[in-house]
């Protein structure tokens, strides 16, 4: 199995993947799904080892890039970005040209879009983006793969994102360029996605993407409402100025009320409990999130094993 359009193999983001991309890695990932739950064991990634550097903190990307590495039959190797001789200037062309030598891909989280973009323009193994600022991919792609779990497909499903116009919501963006369902997303005016992420989306997509300061406008009739916390890594010096903003957008039982009634509420965690969503809609029977989580496992290990094993 092979992605069409992914130059080098890089998943920096999802704009640089076709629709057949996507179904690609949906159908593999179902399949990993079903082999994992019969205890198939998996031997893909014999012999290749996968490296990944994280700036930021992180528990469900890392460990689900590592035990789906491992479960592939491969090799994980954590690697703290403090701990590498970038956190002592090492230039990123260095790094990415000695890590090509050791490694059959890198998984990297960091606060940079464009440090990401510098490692793929140089080394020849696949790079993988596991979070930046600016995008959260295979974050997104596993949710994709939830939705079509629960609503069999995408085509024709109204998603609502509700909140900050972040990393997620520009991935998110960037899938409904792509893929046929539709999104609104309801942001208070000065957390609005980035405006060239947007136009660039909407070229494509039309008026399946649509942008409102309006939780409610978002929220009615939404097959899936979406959400994530107020302050993102790196932006913990401002929570208490987001927290007035953000008030009005916290995904309660009341905004669920507009949505349609077998909707699923997301998060791709970790969540705060009475800010962005309330304790009861995050537990309650709406909740899509710990399926959610596991399909980070399964997506990790469709895009490993074709990025890497074809
Ligand atoms: N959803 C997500 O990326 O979680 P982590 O920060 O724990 O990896
Ligand atoms: N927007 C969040 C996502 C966490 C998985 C962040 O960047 O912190």
Same mark, same amino acid.
């Not at 077998?262 to 962005?276: K, T």
């Given at each position: ?5 992914? !130059? ?15 179904? %690609? ?25 996968? +490296? &990944? ?18 479960? &592939?039959? @491969? ?6 970005? @403090? ?10 062309? $260095? ?10 891909? &890198? ?26 600022? #600016? ?20 085509? +024709? ?5 509700? @909140? $900050? ?42 008026? #399946? ?14 097959? %899936? ?17 987001? #927290? ?24 791709? &965690? ?10 009861? %809609? ?6 899509? %999130? ?6 980070? !496992? ?5 895009? !490993?094993?074709? !990025?890497?094993?074809?």
């Amino acid at each position: 199995m092979t992605l069409e359009v992914i !130059l080098k193999k890089d998943i920096l983001t999802l704009s640089a993947l076709n629709p057949s991309d996507f179904s %690609v890695l949906f159908e593999r990932a179902k399949e990993l799904k079903s082999r994992h739950k019969k205890g198939i064991c998996e031997k893909s990634l014999a012999g290749k080892t996968v +490296g &990944l550097i994280f700036e930021k903190p992180s528990t469900r990307t890392r460990i689900s890039f590592e035990a789906a590495t491992a479960q &592939l039959g @491969g090799m994980p190797l954590f690697i703290s970005a @403090g701990d590498t001789q970038l956190s002592r200037s090492e230039p990123i062309a $260095d790094t990415a040209r000695v890590l090509e030598r050791y490694l059959d891909a &890198l998984v990297l989280r960091t606060y940079s879009h464009a440090m990401q973009e510098e490692f793929a323009g140089i080394a020849s193994i696949p790079i993988i983006n596991a979070l930046t600022d #600016r995008y959260h991919p295979c974050q997104v792609l596993s949710d994709l793969f939830t939705v079509i779990e629960y609503k069999q497909t995408l085509a +024709g499903i109204n998603i609502a994102w509700v @909140g $900050d116009g972040n990393n997620m919501a520009h991935s998110w963006i960037n899938a409904a360029a792509k893929l046929d369902f539709s999104i609104t997303l309801a942001c208070p005016a000065d957390y609005m996605p980035d405006e060239k992420i947007l136009s660039a989306a909407k070229e494509a997509a039309g008026d #399946r993407i649509i942008v409102t300061e309006d939780p409610v406008a978002a929220v009615s009739g939404a097959d %899936v409402v979406n959400t994530d916390v107020w302050a993102s890594m790196g932006q913990e010096a401002e929570s208490n100025k987001r #927290r007035q903003a953000f008030t009005p957008f916290q995904v309660n039982r009341e905004l669920m009320s507009h949505a349609a009634k077998d909707a699923i509420v997301m998060h791709c &965690l970790p969540a705060h409990r009475g800010e962005e969503i309330s304790a009861e %809609v995050l537990d309650g029977s709406q909740s899509a %999130v710990w399926d959610q989580t596991e399909n980070k !496992l399964h997506m990790h290990k469709a895009i !490993l094993e074709i !990025l890497i094993a074809g």
